[in-house]
Protein backbone atom coordinates (compact mmCIF):
# COMPACT_ATOMS: atom_id res chain seq x y z
CA UNK A 1 0.00 0.00 0.00
CA UNK A 2 0.96 3.37 -0.77
CA UNK A 3 2.71 5.92 2.10
CA UNK A 4 2.31 9.60 2.20
CA UNK A 5 3.52 11.65 4.82
CA UNK A 6 1.01 15.31 5.21
CA UNK A 7 2.38 18.38 7.33
CA UNK A 8 -0.31 20.51 9.23
CA UNK A 9 -2.40 17.14 9.90
CA UNK A 10 -4.20 18.62 13.13
CA UNK A 11 -6.82 20.10 11.84
CA UNK A 12 -8.16 21.55 8.72
CA UNK A 13 -6.82 20.29 5.12
CA UNK A 14 -4.26 18.25 6.68
CA UNK A 15 -6.66 16.00 8.61
CA UNK A 16 -8.72 15.67 6.55
CA UNK A 17 -6.49 14.81 3.79
CA UNK A 18 -5.41 12.52 6.11
CA UNK A 19 -8.67 10.75 6.97
CA UNK A 20 -9.59 10.54 3.34
CA UNK A 21 -5.96 8.82 2.30
CA UNK A 22 -6.26 6.38 5.64
CA UNK A 23 -10.06 5.54 4.47
CA UNK A 24 -8.35 4.74 0.74
CA UNK A 25 -6.19 2.61 1.72
CA UNK A 26 -3.00 4.71 2.53
CA UNK A 27 -0.29 4.50 5.08
CA UNK A 28 -0.66 8.25 6.57
CA UNK A 29 2.76 9.51 8.67
CA UNK A 30 0.65 12.64 9.92
CA UNK A 31 2.58 15.27 11.30
CA UNK A 32 1.06 17.04 14.37
CA UNK A 33 2.64 19.54 16.92
CA UNK A 34 0.91 18.13 20.07
CA UNK A 35 0.61 14.51 21.25
CA UNK A 36 -3.06 15.35 21.86
CA UNK A 37 -3.71 16.02 18.25
CA UNK A 38 -1.87 12.84 17.14
CA UNK A 39 -4.08 10.77 19.63
CA UNK A 40 -7.48 12.24 18.10
CA UNK A 41 -6.50 11.47 14.73
CA UNK A 42 -5.58 8.16 15.23
CA UNK A 43 -8.67 7.52 17.18
CA UNK A 44 -10.52 8.96 13.59
CA UNK A 45 -8.78 7.30 11.15
CA UNK A 46 -7.34 3.80 12.72
CA UNK A 47 -4.12 2.14 12.45
CA UNK A 48 -3.43 3.52 9.03
CA UNK A 49 -2.26 6.99 10.71
CA UNK A 50 0.61 7.05 12.07
CA UNK A 51 1.52 10.50 14.26
CA UNK A 52 4.46 12.30 14.04
CA UNK A 53 5.48 14.91 15.50
CA UNK A 54 6.89 17.53 13.04
CA UNK A 55 7.11 21.15 13.75
CA UNK A 56 7.98 22.11 10.24
CA UNK A 57 10.24 25.42 11.90
CA UNK A 58 12.04 23.00 13.32
CA UNK A 59 15.22 21.23 11.84
CA UNK A 60 15.61 18.28 14.02
CA UNK A 61 12.23 17.40 14.30
CA UNK A 62 12.19 17.17 10.30
CA UNK A 63 15.26 15.15 10.39
CA UNK A 64 13.29 12.74 12.49
CA UNK A 65 10.29 12.80 10.59
CA UNK A 66 12.49 11.41 7.35
CA UNK A 67 13.74 9.04 9.44
CA UNK A 68 10.40 7.62 10.67
CA UNK A 69 9.98 7.53 6.75
CA UNK A 70 12.72 5.40 5.84
CA UNK A 71 11.45 3.13 9.35
CA UNK A 72 7.99 2.39 7.80
CA UNK A 73 8.85 3.05 3.99
CA UNK A 74 12.27 1.60 3.17
CA UNK A 75 11.13 1.42 -0.71
CA UNK A 76 10.41 5.25 -0.63
CA UNK A 77 7.95 7.80 -0.16
CA UNK A 78 4.69 7.90 -2.56
CA UNK A 79 3.20 11.01 -1.38
CA UNK A 80 4.48 14.38 0.16
CA UNK A 81 1.97 16.66 1.25
CA UNK A 82 2.90 19.97 2.32
CA UNK A 83 0.40 21.61 4.15
CA UNK A 84 1.19 23.34 6.94
CA UNK A 85 0.77 26.97 7.08
CA UNK A 86 -0.39 30.33 8.74
CA UNK A 87 -1.64 33.58 8.10
CA UNK A 88 -0.24 37.01 9.37
CA UNK A 89 -2.45 40.10 8.08
CA UNK A 90 -1.73 44.27 7.96
CA UNK A 91 -0.92 46.79 5.92
CA UNK A 92 2.74 46.55 4.75
CA UNK A 93 3.68 49.73 6.06
CA UNK A 94 2.97 48.92 9.81
CA UNK A 95 4.26 45.65 9.82
CA UNK A 96 7.11 44.24 12.44
CA UNK A 97 9.80 42.39 10.01
CA UNK A 98 10.01 39.40 12.92
CA UNK A 99 6.36 38.91 11.50
CA UNK A 100 7.14 38.76 7.85
CA UNK A 101 10.00 36.63 8.43
CA UNK A 102 7.59 34.67 10.58
CA UNK A 103 5.33 34.20 7.99
CA UNK A 104 8.36 32.98 5.64
CA UNK A 105 9.97 30.32 7.69
CA UNK A 106 6.36 28.44 7.81
CA UNK A 107 4.67 29.10 4.80
CA UNK A 108 7.35 28.93 2.12
CA UNK A 109 11.16 27.82 3.95
CA UNK A 110 9.53 24.79 5.98
CA UNK A 111 7.95 23.44 2.77
CA UNK A 112 11.35 23.97 1.08
CA UNK A 113 13.19 22.37 3.99
CA UNK A 114 10.76 19.24 4.46
CA UNK A 115 10.63 18.88 0.78
CA UNK A 116 14.60 18.52 0.84
CA UNK A 117 14.75 16.41 3.89
CA UNK A 118 12.18 13.65 1.66
CA UNK A 119 13.43 14.05 -1.76
CA UNK A 120 16.00 11.02 -2.01
CA UNK A 121 12.85 8.61 -0.52
CA UNK A 122 10.44 10.33 -2.89
CA UNK A 123 13.21 9.47 -5.51
CA UNK A 124 13.43 5.66 -5.15
CA UNK A 125 9.53 5.63 -4.85
CA UNK A 126 9.05 8.04 -8.04
CA UNK A 127 6.61 9.62 -5.66
CA UNK A 128 4.47 13.07 -5.64
CA UNK A 129 4.86 16.28 -4.10
CA UNK A 130 1.86 18.08 -3.54
CA UNK A 131 2.66 22.00 -2.24
CA UNK A 132 -0.85 23.29 -0.57
CA UNK A 133 -0.81 27.50 -1.90
CA UNK A 134 -3.88 29.29 -2.37
CA UNK A 135 -5.42 31.40 -4.62
CA UNK A 136 -3.67 33.83 -2.72
CA UNK A 137 -0.35 32.96 -4.35
CA UNK A 138 -2.32 33.94 -8.01
CA UNK A 139 -4.63 36.88 -6.97
CA UNK A 140 -3.63 39.62 -4.01
CA UNK A 141 -5.57 41.72 -1.30
CA UNK A 142 -5.06 44.74 0.34
CA UNK A 143 -4.02 44.16 3.95
CA UNK A 144 -2.71 40.45 3.75
CA UNK A 145 0.82 41.36 2.56
CA UNK A 146 2.92 38.81 4.25
CA UNK A 147 0.33 35.41 3.20
CA UNK A 148 0.15 36.47 -0.21
CA UNK A 149 3.74 37.15 -0.35
CA UNK A 150 4.29 33.67 1.01
CA UNK A 151 2.15 31.63 -0.94
CA UNK A 152 3.48 34.00 -4.59
CA UNK A 153 6.66 32.53 -3.11
CA UNK A 154 5.85 29.09 -2.63
CA UNK A 155 3.83 29.45 -6.60
CA UNK A 156 7.58 29.72 -8.00
CA UNK A 157 8.84 27.03 -6.27
CA UNK A 158 6.35 24.41 -7.37
CA UNK A 159 6.93 25.66 -10.14
CA UNK A 160 10.60 25.36 -10.11
CA UNK A 161 10.43 21.68 -8.51
CA UNK A 162 7.93 20.45 -11.04
CA UNK A 163 10.70 20.63 -13.55
CA UNK A 164 13.91 20.42 -11.73
CA UNK A 165 12.31 16.70 -10.54
CA UNK A 166 11.16 15.88 -14.19
CA UNK A 167 14.59 13.58 -14.56
CA UNK A 168 13.77 11.93 -11.36
CA UNK A 169 10.31 11.00 -12.30
CA UNK A 170 9.02 13.38 -9.23
CA UNK A 171 5.77 14.88 -10.32
CA UNK A 172 4.75 18.04 -8.38
CA UNK A 173 1.29 20.17 -7.95
CA UNK A 174 0.26 23.43 -6.46
CA UNK A 175 -3.06 23.22 -4.66
CA UNK A 176 -4.87 26.48 -4.99
CA UNK A 177 -8.12 26.54 -2.68
CA UNK A 178 -10.35 29.89 -2.33
CA UNK A 179 -11.92 30.24 0.80
CA UNK A 180 -12.10 26.78 2.93
CA UNK A 181 -13.54 26.73 6.37
CA UNK A 182 -10.40 25.85 8.20
CA UNK A 183 -8.80 26.85 11.74
CA UNK A 184 -6.26 28.65 10.47
CA UNK A 185 -8.02 32.15 10.22
CA UNK A 186 -9.65 31.93 13.77
CA UNK A 187 -6.09 30.63 15.25
CA UNK A 188 -4.43 33.62 13.80
CA UNK A 189 -6.87 36.00 14.24
CA UNK A 190 -4.76 37.52 17.09
CA UNK A 191 -1.31 37.52 14.37
CA UNK A 192 -3.87 40.20 12.33
CA UNK A 193 -4.23 42.81 15.23
CA UNK A 194 -1.93 45.78 14.81
CA UNK A 195 -1.68 49.38 16.25
CA UNK A 196 -2.61 52.16 13.69
CA UNK A 197 -0.63 55.26 14.93
CA UNK A 198 -2.80 58.43 15.45
CA UNK A 199 -0.87 60.51 12.46
CA UNK A 200 -2.00 57.20 10.18
CA UNK A 201 -5.72 57.10 11.06
CA UNK A 202 -7.25 58.30 8.12
CA UNK A 203 -4.84 55.62 6.37
CA UNK A 204 -5.38 53.04 8.12
CA UNK A 205 -8.15 53.40 10.66
CA UNK A 206 -10.78 51.53 9.13
CA UNK A 207 -8.50 48.28 8.52
CA UNK A 208 -9.16 46.67 11.80
CA UNK A 209 -13.08 46.49 11.54
CA UNK A 210 -12.55 45.33 7.83
CA UNK A 211 -9.97 42.70 7.95
CA UNK A 212 -12.38 41.45 10.96
CA UNK A 213 -15.53 41.01 8.16
CA UNK A 214 -13.50 39.80 6.51
CA UNK A 215 -12.38 36.53 8.50
CA UNK A 216 -16.33 36.37 9.13
CA UNK A 217 -16.65 36.01 5.64
CA UNK A 218 -13.93 33.57 5.05
CA UNK A 219 -15.09 31.28 7.73
CA UNK A 220 -19.24 31.99 6.58
CA UNK A 221 -18.50 31.00 2.76
CA UNK A 222 -15.42 28.73 3.17
CA UNK A 223 -16.06 25.18 1.48
CA UNK A 224 -15.04 22.32 3.91
CA UNK A 225 -11.61 21.18 4.01
CA UNK A 226 -12.75 17.47 2.86
CA UNK A 227 -12.94 19.56 -0.70
CA UNK A 228 -9.20 20.11 -0.96
CA UNK A 229 -8.92 17.00 0.45
CA UNK A 230 -10.95 15.12 -2.61
CA UNK A 231 -9.23 17.36 -5.08
CA UNK A 232 -5.65 15.89 -3.60
CA UNK A 233 -6.16 12.29 -3.55
CA UNK A 234 -7.66 12.97 -7.04
CA UNK A 235 -4.44 14.39 -7.84
CA UNK A 236 -2.17 11.59 -6.04
CA UNK A 237 -4.67 8.75 -7.76
CA UNK A 238 -4.15 10.68 -11.37
CA UNK A 239 -1.93 8.72 -14.03
CA UNK A 240 -0.29 12.28 -14.75
CA UNK A 241 -0.88 14.75 -11.84
CA UNK A 242 -1.62 18.66 -13.50
CA UNK A 243 0.38 21.32 -12.39
CA UNK A 244 -2.44 23.17 -10.27
CA UNK A 245 -5.79 22.25 -9.06
CA UNK A 246 -7.61 25.89 -8.58
CA UNK A 247 -10.37 24.36 -5.45
CA UNK A 248 -13.74 26.61 -5.23
CA UNK A 249 -15.98 28.68 -6.89
CA UNK A 250 -14.59 31.80 -5.49
CA UNK A 251 -10.80 30.75 -6.42
CA UNK A 252 -12.08 30.35 -9.98
CA UNK A 253 -14.35 33.96 -9.74
CA UNK A 254 -11.27 35.72 -8.37
CA UNK A 255 -8.29 33.90 -11.12
CA UNK A 256 -10.86 34.95 -14.23
CA UNK A 257 -11.30 38.36 -13.01
CA UNK A 258 -7.61 39.07 -12.70
CA UNK A 259 -6.56 37.63 -15.95
CA UNK A 260 -9.92 39.44 -17.98
CA UNK A 261 -9.93 42.89 -16.24
CA UNK A 262 -6.91 45.41 -16.79
CA UNK A 263 -5.00 45.23 -13.37
CA UNK A 264 -5.88 48.59 -12.17
CA UNK A 265 -9.43 47.99 -12.82
CA UNK A 266 -8.94 44.68 -10.80
CA UNK A 267 -7.75 46.68 -8.25
CA UNK A 268 -10.82 48.63 -7.93
CA UNK A 269 -12.90 45.44 -7.55
CA UNK A 270 -11.08 44.07 -4.83
CA UNK A 271 -10.42 46.95 -3.09
CA UNK A 272 -14.50 47.97 -2.47
CA UNK A 273 -15.48 43.92 -1.85
CA UNK A 274 -13.00 44.15 1.19
CA UNK A 275 -14.73 47.96 1.90
CA UNK A 276 -11.23 49.97 1.14
Do not use: C
Not at 91 to 97: G, I, K, N, R, S
Not at 171 to 179: D, I, R, T
Not at 222 to 232: C, D, H, K, L, S
Amino acid sequence: MPTALITGASTGIGRATALRLAASGWTVLAGVRKTADGEALSAAGGERVLPVELDVTDAAQIARAAERVREIAPAGLDALINNAGTAVGGPLELLAMDDLRRQFDVNFFAHVAVTQALIGALRRARGRIVLISSVGGLVSTPYMGPYHASKYALEAAGNVLRMELARSHVQVALVEPGSVATPIWEKNRGQTDFAVPEELREQYGHVPAAMAKALNDTARRGIPPERVAQTIERALSARRMRARYIVGADAHVMVWASRLLPDLVFDRVVRRAVGD
